[in-house]
């Protein structure tokens, strides 16, 4: 004002006295944070304390993993751990299988696809998760631990300490007023990139004079479960032979240390899907369209095709022979259907996903696991000059198996044996990988040769549109096979309007 005078300031009021008060709060609060080792040594105390933690020298549980309403299992493991560095893992589900460290030799066996030797970072990822009661360590493994802050869990604000160094992150929350656990998380690693795990404890139990928490809800990545310690067994003492490797481990071992030994079966598999693209980009397919040629090499014809397909089981495909007609094959994803110009209109149900023969079915390809019963190794051969694993898969039910080769070089898929079924049985086929174009983020097999039969053919594409607009009228079943469909029909899954 022209004579000095000052106007009063406003008060402090609302969202700026709110912000304010906040800062002052947190300002406050960083400056009272307590050392990791106040809060890490006052979780040992409350929990048994530090003699009754080191005299344990051996633990063993039974686990099990449950949905978050209780009706399925996705994880039921004994898992037993020791201070001398020896570790076993024995699993039933999700797989039966088996992991551990036994003199510093990290391993794994799956019935599915047979034993592996851990090396590099997932050798010493193997050998950290050995450490047993770690916390009663956190000195000697984490010396440089920190409280970063505290925040609510569950609704106890508890202290995040991280514990350093850890080369997966790893953090754990304590209780400010119980000074117990209430979460902890570090990053796992898996074939689609590193996963964050997290286990919040819902309760608490104590046996032999130390408290551990009983239950655990698990989230990794978009799952989530619920984790039950069954049993819980400790031991003053551990034998390191009651740690050691199967046979089938122990001959690998010997072929790997001799530098004969070949890759697992699933380490190629899951090579070739990290080489074509990922996991991820398998996911993304919603629909499919590829239209090409078909030239039947020793006959001399050459046909038109073209394939569309969806999920649900959806897919129309049709090759059409000069001089012969169209034949042609679909399903809405609840019956399949074909129509020929010799055989006429045929439909049956379908009972499982259709081969597509030019097209790929993404579930298949990123969910092998649990499609197959076992997938074994056998040799590394030449195929057409090049150097190629050939690998034995073999079904789930019975004893029929086929061979898949993959290149050493590039990781892809190069040959495969194959089964297709007709009116006369069963027709054996080899496809072979001729050439792949990039599509979509994928490698995408744009020349496919087919022997069957005393038969010779190569399938081009020249044009493959991922996740493109389908009408869904592409998938209905023509009206001429309606009526033969209706006694297969099971429940129409086809969607409303246009899939994108």
Known sequence: MPDGTQLPKPPKSG???????????????????????TVLDRYLQVTGGRAVWRSTQ??????????????????????????????????????????????????????????????????????????????????????KSRVDGAEPINGKLSWRVSLLPSDDGKMEWFDLETGLLTKKSWWEASTSGPVLVTATVESWQTRNGLSQPAVYRMTRADMEYRVTILSAAYSK??????????????????????????????????????????????????????????????????????????SGGRYYQAVDVPGMGK?????????????????????????ALAGLGVTLDAAEVIGWRYLIGQARTETLEKVDGRDCYRVRITAKKGDSSILRWYEKSTGLLYRSSVSFKSDMGDVPAMLTYEGWRQVAGLQWPVKIRVAS?????????????????????????????????????????????DME
Not at 68 to 74: F, H, I, Y
Not at 328 to 351: D, F, K, Q
């Open 237 to 310: 003492t551990a034998q390191a032979d009651a740690f050691r490797y199967p046979e089938e481990v122990a001959a690998y071992l010997a072929q790997d240390r001799a530098g004969q030994a070949l890759p697992n079966a699933e380490e190629i598999i899951e090579r070739h899907i990290f080489e074509s693209g990922g996991a991820a980009s398998y996911r993304g397919i919603k629909t499919q369209r590829v239209t090409g040629t078909l030239d039947y090499l020793t006959r001399g014809m050459v046909a038109r095709t073209e394939v569309y397909s969806a």
């Open 58 to 143: 051996l633990q063993r549980e039974e686990i099990e993993g449950r949905s978050l309403d209780g009706s399925r299992v996705v994880l039921r493991a004994a898992v037993t751990r020791t201070r001398n560095g020896n570790a076993i893992t024995e699993m039933t589900v999700p797989e039966v299988a088996s992991e551990g460290v036994f003199r510093g030799v990290a391993w794994s066996w799956t019935k599915l696809a047979g034993p592996r030797i851990r090396k590099g970072p997932e050798r010493a990822n193997a050998i950290r998760s050995t450490r047993l009661l770690e916390e009663a360590d956190w000195r000697a493994l984490y010396p």
């Open 453 to 497: 039969a005393g038969q010779d053919m190569l399938f081009t594409a020249d044009e493959v549109a991922l996740n493109s607009t389908i009408a869904s009228s592409m998938f209905d079943i023509p009206e001429d096979v309606k009526k033969l469909a209706e006694p297969h029909a099971e429940r129409t899954s086809t969607t409303p309007g």
């Open 15 to 37: 969202f700026l006295a709110l912000a304010v008060s906040l800062l002052a709060a947190l300002n406050a609060f960083a400056s009272t944070l307590p050392p990791a080792a």
């Open 327 to 351: 034949q042609e094959e679909g399903s809405n994803g609840s019956v399949i259907w074909e129509r020929s110009p010799i055989l006429g209109p045929r439909a049956r149900p379908r009972r």
